[in-house]
């Protein structure tokens, strides 16, 4: 079954602390973002991975950080340095150079302690 | 800057009768137009989406109109379905950006 997958699906940590969540995805996509969600808002764009070894940041990147070393994972990093880390986080990966359909995972639920 | 606004946080709607939610967006170079639904802690599942070329596109019970000149975009679902109960995103992206722009989302609800 091809798909994207995230762990874990419920994450708490205490404050201070790091944190990497993680996304894998055996689409064979070329692009992968993440997202987060809040309450009542729609999704924000945290940062997204067009290739291998390359990445850009999103509406909301401080605070967080990537790496993208190989096509099929994309790991975010929460750090210290987020003010407000608690959220639902998304994955998702878009098949290039095709339309701008974008397939999520099932998420991460991130609770600061 | 919010460039794509779902203005109606929530909607009810009667079981067997035709759900509509909204969209606006404010950016012209927008040319692709995608709906979410999305339950409590899952990922959005892809729906409908349209290009700037068209508008109208259906798949089965779900249609999504485009009015360019208004900027406007719904989702119409027909019949609605208890299943259909989720909050829906409208998104939107310039071809050529690699980035989709949330809407708010619209939390639905169908009644029995």
């Known amino acids: 079954d091809g798909g994207i997958t995230q762990s874990p699906k419920y994450l708490f940590r205490k404050e201070g602390q790091n944190v990497t969540l993680s996304c894998e995805q055996n689409?064979?996509?070329?692009?992968m973002y993440w997202y987060r969600q809040d309450p009542g808002q729609g999704l924000r764009l945290i940062y997204y991975?067009?290739?291998?070894?390359?990445?850009q940041k999103g509406d909301i990147a401080e605070g967080y950080s990537v790496s993208r070393e190989k096509k099929e994972s994309f790991p975010l990093t929460v750090t210290s340095a987020q003010k407000n880390p608690t959220a639902f986080y998304l994955c998702?990966?878009?098949?290039?150079?095709?339309?701008?359909?974008?397939?999520f995972g099932p998420g991460t639920r991130l609770t600061v302690l | 800057d919010q460039q794509v606004k779902q203005n109606s946080p929530s909607l009810s709607v009667q079981e067997g009768r035709i759900s509509i939610l909204n969209c606006d967006y404010t950016?012209?170079?927008?040319?692709?137009f995608l709906w979410y639904k999305k339950y409590p802690a899952e990922g959005p599942t892809f729906l409908i989406s349209?290009?700037?070329?068209?508008d109208k596109n259906e798949d089965g019970r779900f249609t999504v109109f485009l009015n360019k000149s208004a900027k406007h975009l719904s989702l119409h679902i027909v019949p609605s379905q208890p299943g259909d109960s989720a909050v829906y995103f409208c998104a939107a992206s310039v071809q050529g950006a690699q980035k989709l722009v949330f809407g708010q989302g619209t939390r639905l609800t169908i009644n029995p």
């Open positions: 998702a990966s878009r098949d290039q150079p095709g339309a701008d359909t974008q397939y």
């Open positions: 689409l064979n996509h070329d692009a």
């Open positions: 349209i290009s700037s070329i068209k």
């Open positions: 950016n012209s170079m927008f040319d692709y």
């Open positions: 991975s067009q290739i291998v070894n390359d990445f």
